[in-house]
């Protein structure tokens, strides 16, 4: 399935979640040494002898690590910062814990918490991908046959079930279906021959037909319209959906269709993803029908689905409807102005966004500022907006920073590979100066922003207590440009982003014939006179 539409633009991303096997037993064996060795809190509650200590530090890293695992089971497409951050706070919160409480108690309350995590969610997924035999499925699913067991939440993920193992759980699903509530059968036929990986997935349909699930997740089988109706037993009898995935699933427009046809109640639905699909137009008008039937809809993903102008205006005017809407993911599409417009229209009716990624979708100024316009009156507690690749040029702004300027919660803007230019990132730096103390990130790379534009930018956003990253890589600024910025974040080298990518002979090819030499001596003129320019309403 070709999904190369703009990848070309997209940032090389660094995944910090999950930690080696390397890295974990270096965390049990430091947190060994803070649980026996001499501190301000050993000192207070007591030290643990070697043997306790080693015992109390793995349980210890294993509860972080598994309710770390499922925060970044819920943003799976980020970088795993937030997973990161959750797993070394548990570890400090279950450490201290530990001191306080003494080794035997302690040791007690830890194994009942690794317990009740046991019973209720059973996982294969982790490990290296691999094709399941019959006697391995035997032994991996073992205790899902235990009399009694409590298990709510399956992931049968990464690895991949052909026949014999199919038949071996099949029995095992049919038992468990009328407790589950959550069941995570994404990437389990890779590999697989298509009659095969469809009778497999006919056997798990048929097994787990009739339960009552609150997520369901086929994400990564390369599904088609023939996988979709391979499942439709299950997808029939399922009401009570709340969360559904089908990502990376090869959906067409026929497969699109079977979705909207197969499921019958998407009226309790409030995360829907469809991500990575080959859905097109006509797919998309399918969707639509199902985002309509979706009132409880917070979080609705259809990226890099190939959807153009009129898949994108179906969509918009769905979603028109969700108005508890809390994150919109609509990036890598071939909307255009008109979609954009549309999707203005709905915005404005969206009064509890909180996240909206809107990355190249053909925006141009246009769709852009009739967008910034509808959430300038809307979401006032937006966190992320991402607008990037758009071919958003200065004319669009005074909008952006209008808008900007009243969203008093953000944490993240991404405005990269536009071409804003100096004056454009001076009218959003100024959008940021007062308040925004939330602010962590600001991606303005690939702008043709020179010398002025990035030392303003700078000196903004550095003032932001907990910023973690500027990134205006790729930009035209001249070598003493990059040094005054350097200088500017002297005491937070590590929040400053790379500059590469910055090309300080570059030309941003102004019609006028300004080249970058030409356009540095008269820097300090324009940023004299941006100096005075104030956020207000645009017309």
Same mark, same amino acid.
């Given at each position: ?10 940032p090389f991303s660094i995944k910090l979640w999950p930690p080696s096997e390397s890295t974990r037993l270096v965390l049990v064996q430091r947190l060994t040494n803070n649980l026996s060795s001499n501190s301000i809190f050993t000192q207070k509650y007591g030290a643990l002898n070697k043997e306790d200590a080693e015992e109390n530090a793995k349980k210890i890293e294993d509860i972080a690590f598994?309710? /770390? ?11 795993? &910062? ?9 570890? $400090?919160?279950?450490?201290?814990? %530990? ?18 995590? /046991? ?20 032994? +991996? +699913? ?25 038949? @071996? ?57 023939? =996988?979709?109706?391979?499942?439709? $037993? ?7 959906? #709340? ?6 699933? &090869? ?10 046809? +197969? ?27 199902? @985002? ?14 190939? @959807? ?19 994150? +919109? ?7 255009? @102005? ?14 509890d966004l909180v996240e909206v990624y809107l990355s190249y979708l053909n925006l141009e100024d246009e769709g852009t500022v009739a967008i910034a316009n509808a959430l300038k009156e809307s979401a006032p507690s937006l966190e992320v907006l991402e607008m990037a690749g758009n071919d958003i040029t200065v004319d669009a702004a005074p909008t952006i920073a209008a808008c900007i300027a009243a ?34 990130? %600001? ?17 903004? %956003? ?8 500027? *990134? ?12 005054? %910025? ?32 030409? =356009?540095?001596?008269? #820097? ?7 100096? *005075? ?7």
């Amino acid at each position: 399935m070709d999904t190369t539409s703009n990848s070309k633009h997209r940032p090389f991303s660094i995944k910090l979640w999950p930690p080696s096997e390397s890295t974990r037993l270096v965390l049990v064996q430091r947190l060994t040494n803070n649980l026996s060795s001499n501190s301000i809190f050993t000192q207070k509650y007591g030290a643990l002898n070697k043997e306790d200590a080693e015992e109390n530090a793995k349980k210890i890293e294993d509860i972080a690590f598994n309710v /770390a695992n499922e925060q970044y089971d819920r943003e799976p497409d980020g970088d795993g &910062g937030a997973a990161v951050q959750l797993y070394a706070k548990e570890c $400090s919160k279950l450490l201290l814990e %530990v001191l306080k409480r003494g080794p035997e108690e302690k040791e007690k309350e830890l194994a009942s918490q690794n317990n009740a995590s /046991a019973e209720t969610f059973f996982d294969i997924s982790k490990g290296q991908r691999a094709f399941i035999k019959a006697e391995e499925a035997e032994n +991996l +699913l073992r205790p899902l046959k235990e009399p009694g067991n409590s298990y709510t939440k399956i992931c049968f993920s990464n690895r991949s079930f052909g026949l014999e193992a199919a038949r @071996v759980a099949e029995p095992i699903l049919v038992s468990l279906k009328n407790q589950l509530k959550e069941v995570d059968l994404s990437d389990f036929i890779a590999g697989r021959p298509e009659t095969e990986a469809l009778e497999v997935m006919n056997i798990f349909s048929a097994a787990l037909e009739g339960s009552v699930l609150k997520s369901l997740n086929l994400s990564n089988n390369a599904l088609g319209e023939k =996988g979709v109706r391979a499942f439709g $037993s299950l997808l029939k009898s399922q009401s009570c959906l #709340e969360e559904l995935y089908l990502m990376n699933d &090869g959906i067409s427009e026929e497969a699109a269709k079977a979705v909207c046809e +197969l499921i019958p109640s998407t009226e309790k639905l409030k995360v829907l993803h469809f991500h990575n699909n080959m859905t097109g137009d006509e797919g998309a008008l399918a969707i639509s029908d199902v @985002v309509k039937r979706s009132p409880l809809l917070e979080d609705f993903r259809c990226s890099s689905t190939r @959807v153009g102008s009129g898949g994108g205006v179906a969509l918009a005017k769905a979603l028109e409807s969700c108005t508890n809407l809390k994150k +919109l993911d609509l990036r890598d599409n071939m909307f255009g @102005v008109e979609a954009g417009v549309a999707l203005s229209k709905a915005l404005s009716k969206h009064l509890d966004l909180v996240e909206v990624y809107l990355s190249y979708l053909n925006l141009e100024d246009e769709g852009t500022v009739a967008i910034a316009n509808a959430l300038k009156e809307s979401a006032p507690s937006l966190e992320v907006l991402e607008m990037a690749g758009n071919d958003i040029t200065v004319d669009a702004a005074p909008t952006i920073a209008a808008c900007i300027a009243a969203k008093q919660h953000l944490t993240k803007l991404n405005l990269a590979e536009n071409e804003l230019k100096d004056e454009g990132t001076i009218q959003i730096s100024k959008a940021l100066e007062e308040g925004h103390t939330l602010l962590k990130e %600001v991606d303005m790379s690939t702008n043709f922003i020179r010398r002025a534009g990035a030392r303003h930018l700078a000196q903004v %956003v550095v003032q932001k207590p907990g910023f973690r990253l500027l *990134n205006i890589n790729g930009n035209i600024i001249s070598d003493d440009g990059v040094d005054e %910025v350097k200088e500017v974040f002297k005491k937070y080298p590590d929040v400053l982003g790379s500059f590469d990518e910055n090309d300080p002979e570059g030309d941003d090819d102004d019609d006028d014939g300004e080249k970058s030499g030409e =356009g540095e001596a008269n #820097e300090d003129e324009l940023e004299s006179k941006m100096k *005075n320019l104030e956020v207000g309403q645009e017309e």
